[in-house]
Structures are given as structure tokens and as C-alpha cells.
């Protein structure tokens, strides 16, 4: 996939090839996995499982997210800890890929969580997949 984009002269601005795109995500996704730039933990489920995240790339799939993250709540202090008790780990994980531009890897099993978990933080893009 190549896209390529003029002005309005029909002048040539920029190509972007989608291995491009498929680069960054899995650098993000690299990023996520060895905890650099990570700035919020998440709590997750009943057994507490913590999600290193980087605030603004978390922030940008969620319009509630990013009220959390950079209103006037607690959540949006540096190193700021968010606990949600009401979902399950499996379907936060599907949330954390997509927001990274990975594959989220819906399931049978994740996708009922998944499905209330986007509707209370309103994750529009990820409830059209």
C-alpha cells in the first residue's frame, strides 16, 4: 500500500508507504514491552495486573482516557497509578495492542469484556473492528 498525497496545484507532496506505519507500530509495540517512555500504571481485574503505559499514545484512542489522563483528576499526575477493578486483563491487553497499532486479537473468550470495556471509555475505533 503506497499513499500519496498532492496539494491542491496537483503538486507532489509525500509518499508513505504502509511499512512505514508497520515499523512504528511494532517500535511502539517495543517500546511497550521493555517500559521506556511508560509514564501511568494501570491496575487491572481482580488480581491487580499492572500495565506500564505511555499516558499520551493511551490517551489518544479514548476521549475519557485522555480527561483522565490530562484533567484535573489524580489519574493525571506523573507515575499516576489508575485502578479499574471492573474488567478483566485479557480484554484490557486487546485495548493496550490497538492503542500501540497492533492487533488487538479479539477473541471468543475476550470479546464481551472487550465490548463493555469500550463502551464505558468510549474506544469508538476499536468497537467498528
Known amino acids: 500500500f503506497l499513499s500519496v498525497t498532492f496539494n491542491t496545484n496537483m503538486e507532489y507532496t509525500k509518499v508513505v508507504e504502509s511499512s512505514h506505519w508497520r515499523h512504528l507500530s511494532q517500535t511502539l ?6 517500559g521506556k517512555h511508560t ?3 494501570f491496575i487491572i481485574g481482580c ?4 500495565f506500564k503505559l505511555n499516558r499520551f499514545i493511551f490517551s ?3 476521549p475519557v482516557f485522555e480527561a483522565m ?29 490497538f492503542s500501540y497499532g497492533n492487533d488487538p486479537k479479539i477473541t471468543l ?7 463493555l470495556l469500550c463502551d464505558k ?4 475505533q476499536l468497537l467498528k473492528i
Open 29 to 34: 509495540l517495543d517500546r511497550l514491552k521493555n
Open 109 to 115: 473468550n475476550n470479546v464481551a469484556s472487550l465490548i
Open 69 to 97: 489522563l490530562y484533567g484535573n483528576m489524580r489519574e493525571s499526575k506523573n507515575d499516576s497509578m489508575i485502578i479499574i477493578d471492573d474488567t478483566d486483563c485479557n480484554a484490557f491487553q486487546c485495548v493496550v495492542n
Open 47 to 50: 488480581n491487580k495486573t499492572e
Open 39 to 41: 509514564d501511568c500504571t
Open 60 to 62: 489518544l484512542i479514548s
Open 121 to 124: 471509555y468510549q474506544i469508538i
